[in-house]
């Protein structure tokens, strides 16, 4: 059963006299639980597509549907909500929120967007955290911690509201192959546990293997 | 709300040099205007207590057309028995009416056997004076302050006592021309000398208002103003538009009204003061607006630009852009609320240092007047509600600012 379908998927940005097709007539759909790889050279519009299926921005053309819902006009409000609810995001940077500790960055989604009842958030923020094997620094600070244990934070941020979808752009661009082999494991496994279907962009030939379905692009296109 | 609530002192705590130094300018503006409203609303009410309270009365009533002519204290102009009569039921029949006194004013000349002068005169019922303006016995700087003054006895103002060298028991003799033009005069023995204060009258002797009958060959009652005390001063405005009803409705035959009632604020010049120094309280409470919405915007403006791309974390997350409005006005709120805490506490502390240091004055010819600051709760409210709703207010942009922020622009942002 798929959980994103796209078809004909347009994108245009227009700069003043500049008009930059960032993504043309692209078809594809994503299954369930599957983990999937957007490949291509930069600029070839990996991250376009990504924020197009997270919600983040809009197509110019066609149509995208997301956890059955069509996502083509969504307001600003009403993609908030539907990222809160069905979307979870890995970023590059990892993007923790420096002021909370490991256990309210990955609570924050529950806290923030879900409004979860405390017992049942701080419960839920503990398995997670056991999961990605960061219990133990539960009370640090994103400064305190490695990039590594970082990005487990983000990936445990990602899945802690029972996401259907995670996107991760780049998501081990900024660590080690023997961390980005073990930050990739680790997705593997959730996805394994949780049945969370994960999409992510990458430049990284050893991640790409790991994938179990790899969509490379070029120019906005689909290559071959 | 607590969540928030929790992050905003966060995010306040991540820049706690910053967070320091808008709390301090806060901190600073709200002492000033704390202890500029409380030094100087106690200074009003000192003044306006005293003029009130020893002087004037708070409202007065004359014939029509007196006070135009106060100057020159004319008899003609007295309120004639039956009239006083009739502003004495009145008066009687107010609620608001603690207490009455009447007076004939007038002037006279003054001797001591070697020297004379001329002297403007309060003709008082003792007993009546005393429950009118309780205060003006705290201003016989010299003699017997009980009963404030016998028949045959005399006030004599502190200048002219100075002036003509005259001591307590000394027999003078007042000279005064009556409303028919006769010429006569009556011994008096010096009772007590009497502090000047500033306004009319501050500089007037007293004397009892059976001599000035017998002085001035009265034979009616006539009385040249009724000076009124009320149960309160917040009760000013609504007595005044009773009485001036009531005794304005009372005509001459000509059809014209017979009495004039005012304020002590018509009566005494130091009212301009009073409005001056609620002007420049006025203007202090701008600056201190303007400080907090500068100091607050600029934090805040601050804040939002080093936290873009944490702010598009969040609204990738799915925080929608209320709440990330929320988190910002919640800042700009608790930084007004930290640095108007702290500045009620030190203000409180500076007027609670002043009234122990018990720091005196001089008011024009006044010296050694008390400085007692204090403030009201309803001026510490004010001031609180003003900084707190200015420090909402300009955090309110760079919040909208923050909670319209494109969320893939604000990740791309280094």
């Known amino acids: ?224 | 709300m607590f969540s928030i609530f929790k992050f905003a002192i966060r995010n306040l705590r991540r820049y706690r040099r910053r967070t320091l130094l808008t709390s301090v300018l806060i901190t600073l503006g709200v002492v000033a205007v704390l202890l500029f409203v409380s030094i100087s609303g106690s200074f009003k009410a000192m003044m306006i207590g005293q003029i009130t309270d020893s002087m004037l009365g708070h409202l007065q009533v004359h014939r029509k057309g007196y006070l135009a002519s106060i100057d020159s204290l004319p008899l003609d102009r007295n309120m004639k028995g039956k009239q006083v009569a009739e502003v004495k039921k009145i008066l009687e029949g107010n609620d608001a009416v603690e207490a009455y006194s009447m007076r004939i004013k007038l002037g006279a000349m003054f001797s001591n056997f070697s020297e004379t002068t001329s002297i403007r005169l309060n003709a008082v019922n003792p007993k009546q004076e005393m429950q009118t303006v309780p205060r003006l016995i705290d201003r016989i700087i010299d003699g017997k302050k009980e009963g404030l003054l016998e028949k045959g006895e005399i006030l004599v103002p502190e200048l002219i006592a100075k002036g003509m060298k005259i001591k307590i028991g000394d027999t003078v003799v007042l000279v005064a021309t009556n409303k028919d033009g006769s010429v006569n005069g009556q011994p008096f023995v010096v009772r007590g000398i009497l502090e000047g204060i500033s306004g009319p009258g501050g500089r007037d002797g007293l004397i009892h208002l059976d001599d000035a009958m017998t002085l001035l060959r009265i034979e009616d009652k006539e009385i040249s103003e009724i000076s009124i005390r009320l149960k309160g001063m917040g009760l000013m405005n609504e007595a005044f538009d009773q009485l001036e009803d009531r005794l304005g409705s009372i005509k001459d035959k000509n059809g014209k009204p017979l009495f004039e009632v005012h304020t002590w604020e018509k009566l005494s010049p130091f009212f301009n003061i009073a409005e001056m120094i609620d002007l420049m309280t006025f203007f202090i409470k701008i600056m201190l607006v303007a400080i907090v919405l500068v100091s607050i915007m600029n934090v805040m403006i601050m804040a939002v630009y080093e936290r873009i791309n944490e702010i598009g974390t969040m609204a990738a997350i799915g925080t929608v852009p209320g709440k990330i409005l929320s988190l910002f006005v919640m800042e700009g709120f608790l930084l007004g609320v930290f640095g108007t805490l702290i500045g009620i506490v030190i203000s409180l502390i500076i007027i609670a240092g002043m009234n122990t240091a018990r720091i005196s004055f001089n008011f024009g010819r006044q010296e050694g007047l008390l400085l007692a600051p204090t403030i009201a709760l309803n001026d510490v409210v004010t001031v609180s509600g003003i900084v707190i709703t200015i420090a909402v207010l300009a955090s309110l942009q760079p919040a909208w600012k923050a909670a319209r922020m494109d969320p893939i622009t604000a990740l791309r942002h280094v």
């Open chain 1, 1 to 224: 059963m798929s959980l994103v379908r796209a078809k004909a998927l347009e994108k245009t940005y227009i700069a003043g006299e500049i008009t930059v097709r960032a993504i043309r007539g692209v078809d594809f759909v994503v299954e369930r639980a599957s983990f999937v790889s957007f490949v291509g050279p930069s600029g070839s519009g990996k991250s376009t597509l990504l924020n197009m299926i997270g919600c983040l921005d809009f197509p110019t053309g066609g149509f995208l549907e997301v956890a059955g819902q069509d996502v083509t006009r969504l307001r600003s409000k009403e993609s908030a909500r539907f990222r809160g609810e069905h979307i979870g995001f890995i970023f590059q940077d990892f993007n923790l929120i420096s002021v909370l500790t490991v256990f309210e960055n990955v609570e924050y989604p529950l806290l923030m967007v879900q409004n979860w009842p405390k017992q049942r958030r701080q419960k839920r923020v503990r398995e997670l955290l056991k999961s990605v094997e960061m219990a133990d620094q539960a009370n640090k600070y994103p400064s305190q911690i490695s990039g590594g244990q970082k990005q487990r934070v983000a990936v445990a941020r990602a899945l802690v509201t029972n996401a259907e979808l995670v996107l991760a752009d780049e998501p081990t661009a900024n660590l080690d192959s023997k961390t980005s082999n073990r930050i990739i494991e680790l997705m593997k496994d959730m996805r394994d546990e949780f049945g969370t279907t994960f999409i992510f962009s990458t430049h990284d030939p050893k991640v790409m293997k790991n994938a179990e379905t790899v969509f490379t692009l070029e120019d906005g296109r689909w290559k071959g």
